[in-house]
């Protein structure tokens, strides 16, 4: 159990990690990275909502879906489960957790359609995992993107200061570095925790 | 066909029954937004400068709603836009007086002995890495790079050969340059006054004239000729107290270094 519990956080975070193995959540993590700060508010909210996520569509789909042998509509649920999620998430801590709230807030909203988000449910059923498996995959999930776009966002501030060719301005230094930095993260593949 | 019922079934209980929690939460969760807030935030100039002290635009107009702030912070509006949120809040306006961004450094690139050529980074703090603290013989001078050009949302800042200079006409005395500036060397103030010697020198006098042609040597001239007592030489350099001086020149016209600038 707790193998497996260990095996699935590393994964999700290092060798199978959301934006640099999957390709998922690609938009946010270039759109909210020119800053660390900003970085740091969508990880949490990514993370937050992932983990909220996984557990609920777990439920839904274990109870409901599977029993009436509707196993085919779970990315339309999910879908809704995510969209539903995340407004009411946002509408409850706007008024009980005001801190929480302006932290994360204007960052929620953006999440709603992160195919990440969509992506760690749809593999939690894939993979067949327990209710457990299914909530550290989401939240690891979360914590494998806010490594990835903090660690993006702190090499875009650096980039601020270097002397590039000028043809490489804005997006596609940006694209350039995004590469550069996934290639880092090849390193991590191919282990294997068994 | 039982399969599509089933499907049309739960996705629609499952559709109603988020809308309506989502209904629901709306109600509970509610959370009541001064209107006023929103009116405010319409007058403000809006260019997120920080001038006002506040995150941003929002956050002053939140601040003012919420009776926290004075309604004549925002620098970047001016008098008028004091006029128009003190309208809204239904408070009389007692507008500031408007201040301006003020380089103290004069040290353009033939005044200043250079000490050597920089080709890093183009920015001041990434220049002052190298020793010295600057490209130049004196370790107060403008780095000249232009952090309080990009920080200006106003272009009222520009560098102009190896020093930042302030167009007063644009300026509206946000203080986003005295914020960037890695040396401390903008200061900002107030708009009526016209004196003020555009130096940060605190070397002895014998030191500034080897490595600056303008630079204050702390003569103590002005100081003794200054009618209101309003300028002093402290720490080698002259300054103004600017709730003594009357504007009357004569010290920008006797400075045997012609540093202490007069705006007619």
Known sequence: ?194 | MTTILLSIVVLGVLGALFGAILAFAAKIFHVEVDPRESAVRECLAGANCGGCGYPGCDGYAKAVAAGEAPCNKCVAGGAETAAKVAEIMGVANDAAEKEVAFVTCSGAHDIAEPRFNYSGPQDCRAAMLFGGKSSKWCTFACVGLGNCARACQFDAMHVENGVAKVDRYKCVGCGACVEACPKNIVKLIPESQKIMPACSSKDKGAQVMKICKVGCIGCMKCQRECPADAIVVKDNLAQVDTSKCIQCGHCADICPRHIINYFG
């Open chain 1, 1 to 194: 159990m707790l193998t497996s519990i260990v095996s699935i956080s590393l994964g999700a975070i290092l060798t199978n990690n959301f934006i640099f193995s999957q390709f998922l959540g690609c938009c946010p993590f270039l759109g909210c990275s020119s800053k660390v700060d900003t970085a740091t508010g969508m990880g949490l909210a990514v993370v937050f909502v992932m983990g909220l996520a996984s557990a609920i569509c777990w439920v839904i789909d274990t109870y409901i879906l599977v029993p009436l042998g509707l196993a085919f509509l779970e990315t339309l649920v999910f879908i809704l489960v995510i969209a539903a999620l995340v407004q009411f998430v946002e509408m409850f801590l706007k008024k009980s957790v005001p801190s929480l709230y302006s932290a994360l807030g204007i960052y929620l909203p953006l999440i709603t359609t992160n195919c990440a988000v969509l992506g760690v449910v749809l593999l939690n059923v894939q993979n067949n995992y327990n209710f457990l498996e299914a909530v550290v995959y989401g939240i690891t999930g979360g914590l494998g993107f806010m490594l990835a776009i903090v660690l993006f966002a702190s090499v875009r501030e650096r980039i601020q200061f270097a002397d590039y060719p000028e043809n490489f301005e804005g997006f596609s230094i940006c694209l350039i570095s995004a590469g550069l930095v996934a290639l880092a993260f090849m390193g991590f593949s191919g282990m294997k925790i068994v």
